[in-house]
């Protein structure tokens, strides 16, 4: 028993949603802060209802968008069924913020203090779930024959830490930019929109995700970030949905980006 609820060390795993788990189309989409759900018997990790509406708790609009785009493209996609303030499946096992204790000056009272044996719960439960379905769509691919574009769907807050932030969307990359600067630079050809390279944050230390799946198998990878007000009616994660499809869809028939290449 723990102070918000009862708390289990051996915890049933929770598997994520998969989306056209048979498709072998080119493209995996992993949403990776899909769901704002707190399980069972965490008693919403002692925050109130409204922080599980936030940005803190979920990338908004994130998942709608991917399940869009796997509607219209038919491919494949693995989205985490739990908030990321249960746990980050962006984040590398030993990285500070993998369960964070506060997100954006909200302290998560159920996050503090954990033992080393609760954590390792969670990981078994949410984390190693997430991240074995997407290594089997991609091994899936790659024994069909098939090198896999791998994205990220993300999105961001439009105002962090009093700065407003102007970019409508933003391509994150790491080691290998073949993937976001061709998305950028197809976007920056048919739109007027603000598009951020590495921005608004970079691929260099917030890349978990893309890294395991894509860059560590040469594959092509890049993660989408779309500013959240832009996500706020169905009308418009429709209008994004498409225009990511529309653009990944050029993207691969592209020679350069459906080749393996380790950087």
């Not at 708790?57 to 069924?81: F, H, N, Q, Y």
């Not at 913020?97 to 000056?105: E, H, K, Q, T, W």
């Not at 439960?125 to 993300?154: I, S, T």
């Not at 993937?179 to 590495?198: F, K, P, S, W, Y």
């Amino acid at each position: 028993m723990c102070a918000f609820g009862v708390y289990r060390m051996s915890l049933e795993p929770v598997q994520p949603e998969i989306l056209n788990e048979d498709a072998r189309e080119g493209l995996i989409i992993l949403c990776d802060h899909a769901s704002n759900v707190i399980p069972a018997g965490y008693d919403n990790l002692g925050l109130e209802d409204h922080h599980l509406e936030a940005h803190i708790a979920w990338d908004i609009g994130a998942a709608e968008v991917t399940r869009k785009m796997c509607e219209l493209m038919g491919v494949s996609a693995v989205l985490a069924p739990v908030s990321r303030l249960v746990i980050d499946c962006n984040r590398e096992l030993d990285a500070h913020g993998l369960i964070p204790a506060v997100s954006d000056d909200v302290k998560i009272p159920a996050n503090s203090d954990l033992s080393a044996a609760a954590m390792q719960a969670r990981v078994q439960a949410y984390y190693d779930p997430f991240h074995a379905a997407a290594a089997r769509l991609v091994k899936a691919h790659l024994d069909a024959g098939k090198v896999p574009l791998v994205v990220g769907m993300h999105s961001f807050t439009p105002e962090m830490a009093g700065e407003v932030r102007p970019w409508h969307a933003g391509f994150l990359w790491n080691r290998d930019p073949r993937l976001a600067q061709a998305m950028i630079g197809l976007l920056e050809r048919e739109t007027d929109l603000v598009v951020g390279d590495n921005l608004p944050y970079s691929g260099k230390q917030l890349y978990h995700t893309m890294e395991r799946h894509g860059a560590a198998h040469g594959l092509p990878q890049t993660t989408i970030e779309i500013r959240q007000d832009l996500l706020a009616s169905p009308g418009n994660i429709d209008a994004w949905a498409a225009l990511m499809a529309d653009v990944l869809d050029e993207c691969m028939s592209r020679p350069d980006l459906t080749a393996i290449k380790h950087f």
